[in-house]
């Protein structure tokens, strides 16, 4: 299975939704995600591609970690992932 | 019946000091405590910075059978009802118009944790019999009870970051209605441990490099340790034995947010400060000093700030409002019992604790939090805060003496 669905899979599940009806426009906000509901999808993620995800939820936008949609986040991961490969 | 209520002794020991004068007296230096701390698979945890209680040699301090019974968590306990008791001129067996409450958030937690270890990563197949009376959130309070002949009402309130206060206000409302003549409240907490820093990493809510509460630059809350305990006693049992009143428990409320389990609602901590207020027939304008509960997460001190500025209107720009977290850390469980010393150096010494590490508010933290460095002040009321996860919020207020 590749990142991106993967990590669709990874959201689905959080937010009991199909994974064939969220697309890379979706936001945690259009998902219903609230922000345990994204702390749980880093801790999913961080356990799925072995990976260590830079976020604190004071300050969600100085991470470095793109949560703002979900190619963002498809994105922040393959850049992870990149960087462990490296 | 309805009696006023008094502390007349208290005891303590986390990373400031080890005893009341010497955390009385960091505070009043601005002194953090907080720094690296020193654990077993440090290099496992991602989170590296607490205020952990230095030099802590617990077989020095207690003998090997007690040590037995005696969880870190009731090791700081005990230390503190001891330095209570003994500043408070009282002798045990105290006896059956006394008793103890005491908070916290996850008691015994270093034990369970031993034990997973041994039974789940060393393959151990038993462990020690004691291990369940010792891991028990009451154990503490059961301690204190056995060391000074506590024989009226004994429990522990487990209300995770407000565990202190509510005990403290419990405990205030059983003197002040006749339950008792003389209550041991405060809260032990000893989560600064390899699992409890490891749960807490989970939610993403430690700061990596500091605790700035209600800076602009503040990025999450650290952990501490340790435990305070205060003698809360009827204000005619006080004075009949002559003894020191060090402040007056004045009122006490709680309430529920009753919306999210971690996210704080202005609305609860709101109605818990004026609450307090109302019980303790305080206008909001006699107060000159809320100890805050002031995590430095980003939500809570721009809530507790709001909440602030609607419950005192204009009289909120004329206040004290100080985090001494910055400080000692949050010491969760025990985190009130703490900060109510620093409620008594305002009304007992004049002296108002400082929020260090402070760079600057921001447009949503713009009071006078007293920035890093103590000040003097005439302070004839205080309120003291704590609103924990699970949306329980419980608020102190102080009369001086």
Not at chain 1, 20 to 48: N, Y
Not at chain 2, 98 to 108: D, F, N, W
């Amino acid at each position: 299975m590749d990142t991106t669905a993967k990590v669709i899979d990874i959201l689905a599940a959080q937010a009991l939704r199909d994974p064939a009806t969220i697309g890379p426009e979706d936001t945690l906000a259009t998902l219903g995600l609230d922000s345990l509901g994204l702390v749980e999808v880093i801790f999913a993620l961080e356990e799925a591609f072995d990976i260590a995800i830079p976020f604190n939820a004071n300050d969600p936008g100085e991470s470095g970690f793109d949560i703002t949609s979900v190619a963002g986040l498809i994105g922040a991961v393959e850049g992870l992932l990149g960087q462990k490969a490296a | 019946m309805t009696r006023r209520v008094v502390i007349t002794g208290a005891g303590t020991v986390n990373a400031l000091g080890g005893d009341v004068p010497a955390t009385l007296a960091a505070m009043a230096a601005g002194r953090g405590a907080i720094g690296a701390i020193d654990l077993p698979d440090l290099d496992r945890l991602s989170i590296r910075i607490g205020a952990q209680v230095p030099n802590w040699d617990a077989a020095a301090r207690f003998d090997l059978r007690s040590l037995a019974l005696y969880d870190r968590c009731t090791q700081f306990a005990l230390t503190a009802a001891r330095e209570a008791v003994a500043s408070a001129g009282l002798t045990g067996p105290l006896g059956p118009r006394s008793g103890v409450i005491m908070g916290t958030a996850a008691g015994g937690i270093q034990t369970w944790e031993d034990n997973y270890r041994a039974v789940f990563q060393d393959g151990k197949s038993r462990v020690h019999p004691l291990t369940v009376p010792k891991l028990m959130s009451n154990a503490a309070a059961a301690h204190i009870a056995m060391a000074y002949g506590l024989t009226g009402p004994a429990l522990t309130v487990a209300t995770a970051c407000a565990a202190s206060n509510h005990a403290i206000g419990l405990a205030f409302q059983m003197v002040r209605a006749g339950m008792a003549d003389v209550m041991l409240t405060g809260g032990a907490e000893a989560m600064l441990c390899f699992g409890g820093i490891k749960a807490w990493e989970g939610l993403r809510v430690l700061s990596p490099d500091g605790c700035r509460p209600f800076s602009h630059s503040r990025n999450g809350m650290v952990m501490g340790e340790g435990a305070g305990v205060f003698v809360l006693e009827a204000r005619d049992h006080a004075l009949a034995r002559g003894a020191e009143i060090w402040a007056e428990v004045a009122g006490f409320a709680m309430t529920a947010d009753a919306s999210d389990i971690v996210m704080p609602s202005q609305d609860g901590a709101e109605r818990a400060m004026a609450g307090a207020l109302a019980d303790a027939g305080l206008p909001p304008d006699q107060v000159g000093y809320i100890n805050a509960h002031g995590t430095g997460t980003a939500a809570n001190d721009r809530t507790e700030t709001a909440a602030i500025r609607q419950v005192f209107g204009d009289h909120a720009d004329r206040l004290a409002v100080s985090s001494t977290k910055a400080m000692h850390g949050h010491l969760i469980g025990a985190t009130g019992a703490v900060e109510l010393l620093a409620v008594i150096l305002a009304l007992r010494d004049g002296i108002l604790a400082p929020t260090i590490n402070h760079d600057g508010g921001d447009g949503a933290c713009n009071l006078d939090v007293v920035p890093n460095v103590a000040r003097r002040a005439d302070v004839a009321a205080a309120l003291s805060n704590a609103f924990a996860f699970g949306g329980m919020n419980a608020v102190l207020a102080l009369k001086r003496a």
